[in-house]
């Protein structure tokens, strides 16, 4: 039988399988076909797309000229507020399927919606190592840009899909905070459309007060128009050394010791119980054994924490190499660990067979999976799924693991 003909068949087979079960029993449990056979293949249309855009734009150098014509039409549309009697709130007009957070504001549909198309890289300084960049660029766009210069940022929050916009009015964490702080704090200046129309830029010597401001600000003092984040030298690896670590007590202070030493580029730690956990020391380098290079951002490769797991269950050290753009986006693949405890999505994604055949397509973007949830599936997650993403000061790690074990025990 030919292929086409194999496809038909099944094909008519699942048509018939859904017609059967119920169209909206097949997508609240068993929505990985769904997934599978149409959100994947649309993650990567929308990833070829961004990448090609991105592409054209750098090398017709237009972003610049179109980012100060943007800029205006959003002046424009807040004096309209303005003079409309600012009766409702203003906030950006992009759709809330599209962002990260697994939270759809229904607000968008209240208040008066300003569109904000901003997704380019605008300036690369090599002499002042800043760049300067519109608010919806994303990681992944960033590193993909920055990296074949030779360079970096010193704080690269690990989905692709995070962006500048989000990372700054947010907050931005990642394994090299312990030297260079929040992403905030590698930012050297903002660039705001404020509630009157006015464009003004920020900086620790212009307008401090609301360059200190913004942060963690969530939008309400103006809409970001642009960022200018400092960039270090990048290097081709990242030599990581895992340890198991065994005791809570143990896990914190070993974190801690870890994280006071500066020589280290990054310190992550993984708990995988209430008294397991791989701590993670890595260092940027330029040179590498060949033998021990793991590039785990391939397709195939293990997701990244059942990687890490296999050091706790043969409790042993070990050293490995990996590229640095892939440790950067290391938790990608497998959006932390959503795709496996979330059983609606793909449950059998870390497969060997899965990961060798259709692994290219992971992730399915978070913005389309929200996109086409319904509100079965909507109302499923609120009642039974919790995203755990939380600051909390050092001293008061350990009792925050307890408290994360009694409350959630994940």
């Given amino acids: 039988m030919s292929p086409v003909w194999s496809l038909g068949a099944g094909l008519l087979l699942l048509l018939l399988w859904v017609r059967h079960r119920g169209l909206e029993a097949v997508l609240v449990h068993h929505r990985w076909v769904f997934v599978c056979l149409f959100l994947l293949p649309l993650s990567i249309l929308f990833d070829v797309y961004y990448q090609l855009r991105a592409w054209a734009v750098w090398r017709l150098h237009s972003a610049p000229r179109q980012h100060a014509q943007r800029v205006r ?56 190592q800043v760049v300067r960049v519109e608010p919806l660029v994303s990681m992944g766009q960033l590193t993909a840009h920055l990296n074949p210069m030779g360079w ?29 702080g929040l992403f905030q704090h ?3 200046a903002y660039e705001l459309v404020l509630a009157d129309g006015s464009l003004v830029r920020c900086s620790p010597t212009e307008n401090s007060d609301l360059f200190y401001a913004v942060p963690w600000s969530c939008g309400t003092l103006g ?21 198991p670590v065994r005791g809570l007590q143990k896990i914190c202070e070993k974190f801690t010791e870890e994280s006071k030493k500066k020589e280290n580029s990054f310190v992550e730690g993984l708990v ?7 701590i993670m020391t890595g260092v940027l380098t330029d040179e590498a054994e060949q033998s021990k290079i793991n590039r785990i951002g391939n397709y195939y490769k293990p997701w990244f924490f059942k990687h890490v797991e296999k050091y706790l269950k043969a409790d042993r050290t070990g050293i490995e190499y990996i590229p640095s753009r892939h440790y950067y986006h290391r938790h990608t693949r497998s959006i932390f660990w959503e795709l496996q405890v979330r059983s609606d999505i793909i449950p059998f994604g870390n497969n060997p067979v899965f990961r060798y055949l259709f692994g290219w397509m992971v992730p399915p973007k978070i913005s389309l999976l929200k996109l086409t949830q319904g509100e079965a599936i909507r109302k499923l997650y609120e009642q039974h799924h919790v995203v755990q993403d939380m600051l909390v000061p050092m001293k ?10 009694a409350d959630l025990n994940v």
Wanted: net charge neutral.
């Fill in 73 to 128: 039409h959003i002046q424009a549309q807040v004096r309209e507020w303005k003079n409309e009697g600012s009766k409702r709130y203003m906030c950006t007009g992009r759709p809330g399927w599209l962002t990260v957070s697994l939270r759809v504001g229904k607000y968008k549909k209240i208040h008066k919606n300003i569109m904000i198309n901003l997704m380019d890289v605008l300036e690369v300084d090599s002499e002042r």
């Fill in 152 to 180: 970096t940022i010193p704080v690269v929050p690990e989905l692709d899909d995070l962006t500048v916009g989000g990372l700054i009015m947010g907050t931005g964490i990642e394994s090299s905070s312990h030297i260079y």
């Fill in 186 to 188: 590698t930012c050297v």
């Fill in 223 to 243: 809409f970001l128009v642009a960022a200018e984040i400092k960039m270090i030298p990048a290097k081709k690896y990242v030599k990581i050394h895992y340890e």
């Fill in 272 to 278: 995988y119980s209430l008294e397991e956990a791989v």
């Fill in 396 to 405: 008061s790690l350990e009792k925050s693991i307890q408290t994360f074990h």
